[in-house]
T-cell receptor
Framework: DTGVSQNPRHKITKRGQNVTFRCDPI?????LYWYRQTLGQGPEFLTY????????KSRLLSDRFSAERPKGSFSTLEIQRTEQGDSAMYLC???????????FGEGSWLTVV | GNSVTQMEGPVTLSEEAFLTINCTYT??????LFWYVQYPGEGLQLLLK?????DKGSNKGFEATYRKETTSFHLEKGSVQVSDSAVYFC??????????????FGQGTRLTINP
């Protein structure tokens, strides 16, 4: 069990640029989640996948955000035309449908300047 | 909708002091309750959980009891250590763990333990 892996861990980008984050879940986990955490706040749910199907998206996920999990393994979260308000930590998590614990990665910090 | 309210921080204690971090929730049905811990620069780690009323979750000397009558899940530890310094998040999943997937978090409580 190597845990949930996210990269890059830190990204600084200029406003208007696109960024992509990758998440590798625990290998036998079929559910994968993305959360966003801003400074001083708790994480907020963005979206989740069961296998390759994206089953729910939060209203927080604007049109500039897109997430994929093409083969039901790793996932990417892309933010287009970044804005300063996108600065946050993006957390990935995974679990099994039959499991009872959600495991989080270490997060990817985004700073938009 | 579901929500979690935590005691505001920061909380600063001396080593070996008793710790309580209050957490109350609002949810329909029978949520599962969690405490997660976040050390500086790291992601979230599950500290403990409880899935039904009167259950007590415990781990690493921390405890929390699921109180349905007061809709609370307060975190306690009898003697804190410097290494417990972190941000603590109370969270819930609305309904049976396998049936619902979204964690709803409180705003977090920053704990600092001084030697």
């Amino acid at each position: 069990d190597t845990g949930v892996s996210q990269n890059p861990r830190h990204k600084i980008t200029k406003r208007g640029q696109n960024v992509t984050f990758r998440c590798d879940p625990i290998s036998e986990h079929n559910r994968l989640y993305w959360y966003r955490q801003t400074l001083g706040q708790g994480p907020e749910f963005l979206t989740y996948f069961q296998n390759e199907a994206q089953l729910e998206k939060s209203r927080l996920l604007s049109d500039r955000f897109s997430a994929e999990r093409p083969k039901g393994s790793f996932s990417t979260l892309e933010i287009q035309r970044t804005e300063q308000g996108d600065s946050a930590m993006y957390l990935c998590a995974s679990d099994k449908v039959s499991g009872n614990t959600i495991y989080f990665g270490e997060g990817s910090w985004l700073t938009v300047v | 909708g579901n929500s979690v309210t935590q005691m505001e921080g920061p909380v600063t204690l001396s080593e070996e002091a008793f710790l309580t971090i209050n957490c109350t929730y609002t949810a329909t049905g029978y949520p599962s309750l969690f405490w997660y811990v976040q050390y500086p620069g790291e992601g979230l780690q599950l500290l403990l959980k409880a899935t039904k009323a009167d259950d007590k979750g415990s781990n690493k000397g921390f405890e929390a009891t699921y109180r349905k009558e007061t809709t609370s899940f307060h975190l306690e530890k009898g003697s804190v250590q410097v290494s417990d310094s972190a941000v603590y998040f109370c969270a819930l999943i609305g309904g049976p763990i396998q049936g619902a997937q979204k964690l709803v978090f409180g705003q977090g409580t920053r704990l600092t333990i001084n030697p």
